[in-house]
């Protein structure tokens, strides 16, 4: 049973900068993608940077630029750090874990996916 724990949320100014840390455990698949998204209430859930076990890293046009995805130093885990903020990114982050297969095509996570419970991002 594959659980994931998102760390390092919280309350920032604009331009800030948060750094988000996912920690995955029962993760047995030999290759899988290790994603971030967002959701605010009421909008669909998007994605944020995703990479591979290979060390792939894909990331979505919302945060282009502005966040780095990056393996953590602990196996099966996953940084985002995020600079620059913008109260437009006030969201719920969310870390998701699934099969490494076109870890950048965010619809192909509608199945076969495993999410954390997210952390709080708030930016004012």
């Known amino acids: 049973h594959v659980q994931l724990a998102e760390s390092g949320g919280g309350s920032v100014q604009a331009g800030g900068s948060l750094r988000l840390t996912c920690s995955a455990s029962?993760?047995?698949?030999?290759?899988?993608?290790l994603a971030w998204f967002r959701q605010v209430p009421g909008k669909e859930r998007e994605g944020v940077a995703a990479i591979g076990t290979g060390g792939g890293i894909h990331y979505a046009d919302s945060m282009r630029g502005r966040v780095t995805v990056s393996q953590g130093l602990s196996k099966n885990s996953v940084v985002l750090q995020m600079d620059n903020l913008e109260p437009g990114d006030t969201a719920t982050y969310i870390c998701?874990?699934?099969?490494?297969?076109?870890?950048?095509?965010?619809?192909?996570?509608?199945?076969?996916?495993?999410w954390g419970q997210g952390t709080q991002v708030t930016v004012s």
């Open positions: 998701a874990t699934r099969l490494q297969l076109s870890c950048g095509h965010w619809p192909a996570y509608k199945k076969g996916t495993e």
């Open positions: 029962g993760l047995t698949r030999s290759a899988s993608c």
